[in-house]
């Protein structure tokens, strides 16, 4: 079975602080995804990879950043976390097309 | 613009069928996806379609996609307790020279006795 790990279920931040949410995936899948989750706006997308050190922008980039040192672990960085990005955060890889596979979320609270 | 719309909540009594509506905007997508959420867990791929297809048939779950209209929709058959949850529709739209897979805002499903 594929599996995408999130490395956190919850976490609290203070605003201004340097947040990082780590994903690893163990299918050698090509395609990596972030997407945050907002009651009402579905799924966003913030970025994606398609390779090693490969990042392209989603829908809402703003005030995010993107690492992909290894094919198999794709972080998300909140440079200076704020309150406006509380929100639940789901990864996700593929391989192709046809099914994304994801992650179990990373509820953030920034206070 | 990048659009997948569908209504945000629907209760179904026990043993009823639930059909979920979306429709999508990018006429070129290949696929158009299912995915399910249960309460505390990430999403699961529940089923797809090719849009060279009008139907999908798998159990008690039945896809049906209008391409002339753009609406693709889920029908549940015997709804169970356990299939509260909240239903996301997706497709494939190429934009930028990549594949994105964009979501809908999801369906909360409430099953009750």
């Known amino acids: 079975d594929v599996k995408v790990t999130q490395s956190s279920r919850y976490l609290v931040k203070r605003t201004g602080e340097k947040v990082f949410l780590e994903c690893v995936q163990d299918m050698d899948h090509e395609n990596m995804f972030w997407y945050r989750q907002d009651p009402g706006l579905g799924l966003r997308l913030i970025y994606f990879?398609?390779?090693?050190?490969?990042?392209e922008k989603g829908d809402i980039p703003e005030g995010y950043s993107v690492s992909r040192e290894k094919k198999e672990r794709f972080s998300l960085i909140l440079e200076s976390a704020s309150t406006n990005q509380t929100s639940m955060y789901l990864c996700a890889s593929s391989l192709g097309t046809v099914e994304a596979f994801f992650g179990q979320g990373t509820r953030l609270t920034v206070v | 613009g990048e659009d997948v719309e569908q209504s945000l909540f629907l209760s179904v009594r026990e043993g009823d069928s639930s059909v979920i509506n979306c429709t999508y905007t990018?006429?070129?997508?290949?696929?158009l996806y299912w995915y399910k959420q249960e309460p505390g867990a990430g999403l699961q791929l529940l089923t797809y379609i090719f849009s060279n297809m009008d139907m999908k048939q798998d159990q008690r779950l039945t896809v049906l996609l209008n391409k002339k209209d753009k609406h693709l929709s889920l029908r549940i058959a015997d709804t169970q307790t356990g299939d509260s949850a909240i239903y996301f529709c997706?497709?494939?739209?190429?934009?930028?020279?990549?594949?994105?897979?964009?979501f809908g805002a999801g369906t909360r499903l409430a099953v009750h006795p």
């Open positions: 990018d006429s070129s997508s290949t696929y």
């Open positions: 990879s398609y390779d090693v050190k490969m990042k």
């Open positions: 997706a497709e494939i739209m190429f934009s930028g020279g990549y594949n994105k897979l964009i």
